[in-house]
């Protein structure tokens, strides 16, 4: 954990959150940190993958992802997009 912060007052904490994590992660990434900690990217920080392993990167996790889960049952929409239509969220 890297920060936290009292939500009580904040019409959108969720949104004040993404945007406090958005810049935090900019700066931790230009310093040559990590786009994820120990929890994954997940969908917060899933935006930042094209720039960390670039379009095929992305394809092959894609592909990955269709081969083993199909059905789109584990992590949908986790560090990326599913063009699927059945998903679970």
């Given at each position: 954990?890297?920060f936290?912060?009292?939500?009580?007052g904040?019409?959108?904490?969720v949104?004040v959150?993404?945007?406090?994590?958005?810049?935090a992660?900019?700066v931790?990434?230009?310093?040559?940190?990590?786009?994820?900690?120990h929890?994954?990217?997940?969908?917060?920080r899933?935006?930042?993958?094209?720039?960390?392993?670039?379009?095929?990167?992305?394809?092959?996790?894609?592909?990955?992802?269709?081969?083993?889960d199909?059905?789109?049952i584990f992590?949908?929409?986790?560090?990326?997009?599913?063009d699927?239509?059945?998903?679970n969220?």
């Amino acid at each position: 954990m890297y920060f936290g912060f009292r939500i009580s007052g904040l019409k959108d904490p969720v949104k004040v959150y993404e945007e406090i994590e958005d810049e935090a992660r900019k700066v931790i990434m230009a310093s040559g940190g990590s786009l994820s900690h120990h929890h994954g990217v997940g969908k917060i920080r899933k935006k930042f993958m094209p720039a960390v392993i670039g379009e095929g990167g992305l394809k092959m996790l894609k592909g990955i992802k269709e081969y083993v889960d199909p059905l789109n049952i584990f992590a949908t929409n986790n560090i990326i997009e599913n063009d699927t239509e059945e998903t679970n969220e």
